[in-house]
């Protein structure tokens, strides 16, 4: 009977975690008791999966209790162990059916079997996370093997093409040295032409010196028999065997010859624009394995922020720029702008100086909500005459987001798609030009989408206005 009484006190005046006895013992909420230091520490593990529990009655708290000294129970537990109160062996403090009556309704299980299903489950994850390892590591296999065919590839592209440019340079240098020798020898047969001329003309000049002085001293002679008897035989003056009029003929061979390399140095200057067009277009629509993620937030698109100026050789003439020609007026009176084979003659149009590759991202702000047209095009779109083929959004070569009356209205290729919403005084416009995305935003206190476009872009492209009204303007924004 006293062993049995001793077993009840050291089941109810041992700590449950340590098996041994209470030493500072605390109360939970929930009314277990703990050594002090037993339950700070289970406390300090369940911070790191952010919660607190009672470890019997497994109640939690969603701050950390503050623990008190349980007095009574302390001096309880000194007085037992004055009386030869030890620590109980382990296979005695495990709780029994008793001490869980208020978890008589629950679905129990063994903690073997339990142990077993949580094996399962990690096992399962474990061949998740293996899966996921072999798949990136094929990917990263893959990413190198891409790493050194680009190397590879760029390499071979710069060395063929600069042993192209250098055999060019050659041919450049051997037609130059051609060129310079048919001139030399044009300048040689022209000169010695020249010269013999003048030295037929020096002789000339010798001979009718000398008869002149014959014929003076004949004429100066005293004696008039001798003049009688020598005239006779003067010879007669032969007549001249040039021109009397001689004229300087303008040089018109070499400057036939200026011409001709001229016309060569225009041909060669397109052919290397148009190269370099074709190479831009190569590079601008190199595969990106890993897709990119369009930005999400306006400090994202800020990233991407590309400044916009205004070409004036572009404007129509009733468009007038300013603000570094940032900012393009409708004006009531033509501008006195000078002609030029760029310009927009019919309509009220105007195009960036700037082309516009990779990702790129603008603002336009509007005076008035309406009355302007923003747009994207290819440098190609014709700009003489009142033809769709040079409106924004009625061809294939540009795009266009009317922003005018209380909607919006996206034009391509002449189709008209409405766009609900109500009209903002910014819109955003964000390029990725290798992933064919054009994407227009509503610019408040937030970014909201207006309109996106998937394509394939086949050139640069350039960043347009369209303004209808007299007084109204467009003006790009100058972003931080």
């Not at 939970?28 to 607190?52: F, R, V």
């Not at 409708?330 to 003659?345: A, E, I, L, V």
């Not at 509007?366 to 924004?392: D, H, L, P, Q």
Request: overall charge negative; proline content about 4%; hydrophobic content about 30%.
């Amino acid at each position: 009977m006293a062993q049995q009484e001793n077993q009840l006190y050291r089941q109810r005046f041992c700590c449950p975690i340590c098996l041994d006895p209470l030493k500072d013992p605390v109360t939970t909420g929930c009314g277990h008791s703990y050594c002090l230091s037993c339950i700070n520490t289970h406390w300090d593990n369940g911070e790191k999966s952010g919660g607190y529990s009672c470890p019997q009655c497994r109640q939690t708290f969603t701050l950390r209790p503050v623990l008190e000294k349980n007095t009574m129970l302390a001096d309880l537990v000194e007085e037992l162990k004055k009386s030869g109160l030890q620590a109980a062996p382990a296979d005695h403090c495990y709780s029994g059916p008793e001490d869980v009556d208020e978890h008589k309704d629950h679905d129990t299980v063994s903690a073997a079997a339990e142990k077993t299903e949580r094996q399962r489950e990690l096992g399962l994850r474990r061949q998740t996370i293996q899966q996921r390892v072999q798949d990136t590591e094929k990917d990263l296999k893959l990413l190198q093997q891409e790493e050194k065919a680009v190397n590879g590839s760029a390499d071979k592209a710069v060395y063929d093409s600069e042993n192209i440019f250098t055999e060019l340079i050659r041919l450049l240098e051997k037609r130059s040295s051609d060129v310079e020798q048919q001139i030399r020898s044009l300048q040689e047969t022209e000169v010695s032409r020249v010269r013999e001329l003048q030295e037929r003309l020096e002789q000339e000049i010798t001979e009718l010196k000398r008869k002149d002085h014959e014929l003076k001293q004949l004429s100066d002679t005293e004696d008039h028999n001798q003049l009688l008897h020598n005239y006779p035989s003067l010879s007669t003056l032969s007549e001249s065997t040039h021109s009397s009029s001689i004229r300087i003929r303008p040089l018109r061979k070499f400057e036939d010859v200026t011409a001709a390399v001229s016309q060569v140095r225009g041909r060669l200057q397109d052919m290397l624009s148009e190269t370099e067009t074709k190479v831009l277009q190569i590079v601008s629509q190199v595969d990106v394995l890993l897709p990119q993620p369009e930005p999400e937030t306006r400090a994202d698109f800020l990233k991407y922020s590309q400044e916009i100026t205004l070409d004036p050789n572009t404007a129509h003439r009733c468009l007038s720029l300013s603000k570094g020609n940032r900012k393009v007026t409708f004006m009531s009176q033509q501008q006195s702008y000078s002609n030029h084979p760029d310009r927009f003659t019919d309509r009220w149009q105007v195009l960036s100086r700037e082309s516009l590759t990779g990702r790129c991202y603008w603002e336009v702000e509007m005076r008035v909500r309406g009355g302007v047209c923003v747009a994207v095009t290819y440098k190609n779109i014709s700009r003489a005459g009142n033809t769709v083929e040079c409106n924004f959004g009625c061809n294939d070569k540009s795009w266009m987001l009317v922003c005018d009356g209380n909607c919006y209205n996206f034009y391509d290729n002449s189709i008209k798609t409405p766009v609900s919403g109500p009209l903002s005084s910014r819109v955003g416009v964000y390029l990725d030009h290798s992933a064919g995305v054009l994407s227009f935003y509503r610019i408040s206190d937030t970014m909201t989408l207006i309109h996106r476009v998937k394509t394939t872009f086949t050139q640069p492209l350039y960043a347009g206005v369209v303004v209808c009204h007299p007084g109204y303007t467009a003006e790009f924004c100058k972003l931080k």
